[in-house]
Structures are given as structure tokens and as C-alpha cells.
């Protein structure tokens, strides 16, 4: 296989919430010969978000980065394209889902994420949100991780339990692979 057959481009796409824009999109990228290897879609407010990974040829690619723009255009959308390569995962130890949840406070997610930073641990997909519970808004978030080789496990874990009793916020954390 050669550098040419396997090109990969990055589209997002945003815009007002309706019926058939996922078809639309999807319709497009069948139409240029490209294949969805990954995608995620989200309403956030009433804006739809859709990410996709798209592979092909580099012609197949070049006729997404072409039409999508007209179409977008068409569709009242907002869209961003990247060329990227093959993702390649470095060497873990273990992956993990961490689920929390506790009454909404601004800066718990940050101070999350940094926690993972400062582990040099991977987030590998994050969902948050909020609800009402009784009186109060309640905020819950899911993350999916990697911890490297070289992160003691145990550790990170009791780190870990700190942060979350310091965050006043409850968790499960279930390793996947």
C-alpha cells in the first residue's frame, strides 16, 4: 500500500440541530469515495456537532475538501477539515473509564484534567454534563484513559482518591484493557 492510498482527513461539522444532516454528510463522504473509520456526534445547546475520520485515496480526499464547503454552505454549517496520519498509541500499562459526579462546581473538571497532565496520562474520549438533582445542579463526567508503563498504578489510584475527596466528588474507576 502506498502513502496515497491511505491519506486521512479530519471534518467537523456544526450547526442548527434537524433531521438529515447526519445522511447529508455521510451521503457526501460516501459520494467522494472516502470511508468513516471514526466519528462521534453531540448536541451541545441546540448546535449538532459531527467529527469525523475519514480514509482514502488522496483524489477521494481532495473531492471531500472540494464539495464539503459548497455543501456545508448549503446545510448552514460551520466546517473545519484537517489531513492527519495513522494514530499510533504509545505503550500503556493499562486503560481505564472513570465516571464521577457531585453538586456543580466551576474548575473540577480543570483541576481533573490537569491532575491527568501532571500523571502524563492520556484522556482518551471525555462526555460532561449537568442535571438537576432536588435543588441543586449536579454535574457528572466520563472519561476514558491510558496510563503509561512507567505511572505506578497503585499510586495514581490513592492520588487519585485525594483529589476526588478533596473535589467533594464520587467515582468508579473500571479498567477496560
Known sequence: MTA???????LTAIGE???GIVSELTQLVSDCHCNITDSR???LGNEFTFIMLLSG???AISRVEHTLPVKGMELGLLTMMKRTSTHYHSDFSAG??????GIDTPGTLS??????AEQSINICSLK?????KSTDTH??????INIPTNVDVDTFKIKFEDLSSSLDVDYILRRIR
Do not use: G, H, P
Open 4 to 10: 496515497f492510498e491511505n491519506q486521512q482527513l479530519v
Open 96 to 101: 481505564y473509564t472513570l465516571e464521577y459526579n
Open 128 to 132: 460532561s454534563d449537568t442535571y438537576q
Open 57 to 59: 485515496d488522496m483524489s
Open 41 to 43: 456526534i453531540a448536541i
Open 139 to 144: 454535574m457528572r463526567c466520563e472519561l476514558e
Open 111 to 116: 483541576k481533573v484534567t490537569r491532575f491527568f
Open 17 to 19: 440541530d434537524r433531521s
